[in-house]
């Protein structure tokens, strides 16, 4: 049983174990951070958690990395009414995918999930501070140090020294890219998966922004890039 809901996406259970829900990302709340502004629609994310727990018992599944280095257990949950906690909380709108490299169990159901709600504007989607983000460097530089969900074509693909670069413009020391290094090439190989050959390809790529050469994501696994161009996205398959 639950005994607390910290925030949209974390629980504590009568065990006395705390749950972060991977795979997901539910709005922020401060929770004590000095400064930190709540996210848009994050006291409803914790509102609607708090209601698909009550007086449930839930069952964690693990399919990665058992746990962060707060101590919070990383797992998926579902209730005793079969209600898996983190679709329900995509269906709603209320959370976006979250994955890592080395937690990626249920990616592809959560991003389908995840494209439904935000076709039908539900929750965080109707909201402009969740927004999908053009490849526009002006744009994205005023977003860095936030997580964003970036679409775009790339005009250029190219690999340097091992690490491959996702360009979307003429000018790589100003315009957005993504980078892939060298170790996490070795994720999209083993996926069968060619980003060198992506020149042309239309993708959405979800991660925090930084700036390095203008505004830039670091993708270290498949899930982070959705391959929007039909042709490319059978690589997957």
Do not use: C
């Not at 006395?16 to 709340?29: D, H, N, S, T």
């Not at 990395?65 to 329900?88: C, F, K, N, P, T």
């Not at 003429?170 to 083993?190: C, E, G, P």
């Amino acid at each position: 049983m639950v005994v607390e809901v910290v925030d949209g996406d974390t629980v504590v259970l009568d065990t006395g174990v705390e749950v972060r829900m991977v795979g997901i990302q539910a709005p922020k709340l401060p929770l004590g951070r000095r400064g930190f502004k709540s996210w848009p629609l994050a006291e409803e994310a914790k509102t609607t958690l708090e209601s698909l727990v009550a007086n449930r018992r839930l069952t964690p599944y693990f399919g990665g990395r058992q746990m962060d280095r707060h101590g919070r257990a990383l797992a998926h949950l579902v209730s005793e009414g079969g209600i898996w906690l983190q679709g329900e909380m995509l269906r709603l709108g209320l959370a976006r995918v979250y994955s890592f490299p080395d937690n990626t169990a249920l990616v592809e159901e959560m991003l389908a999930l995840e494209r439904a709600a935000r076709d039908a504007r539900f929750g965080i989607w109707s909201h402009p501070f969740y927004a999908l983000r053009e490849a526009d460097p002006e744009q994205l530089s005023g977003l860095v140090g936030t997580f964003q969900l970036v679409e775009g074509r790339i005009l250029d693909a190219a690999e340097v020294r091992g690490t491959v670069y996702l360009n979307h413009g003429k000018d790589w020391r100003t315009d957005y890219t993504t980078m892939i290094d060298r170790r996490s090439m070795k994720a999209f190989r083993a996926a069968g998966l060619d980003p060198a050959s992506w020149s042309g390809t239309k993708v959405r790529v979800r991660g925090w922004l930084r700036s390095r050469n203008g505004p830039m994501i670091e993708a270290t696994h498949p899930q982070q890039i959705e391959l929007l161009d039909e042709a490319v996205a059978t690589e997957r398959e």
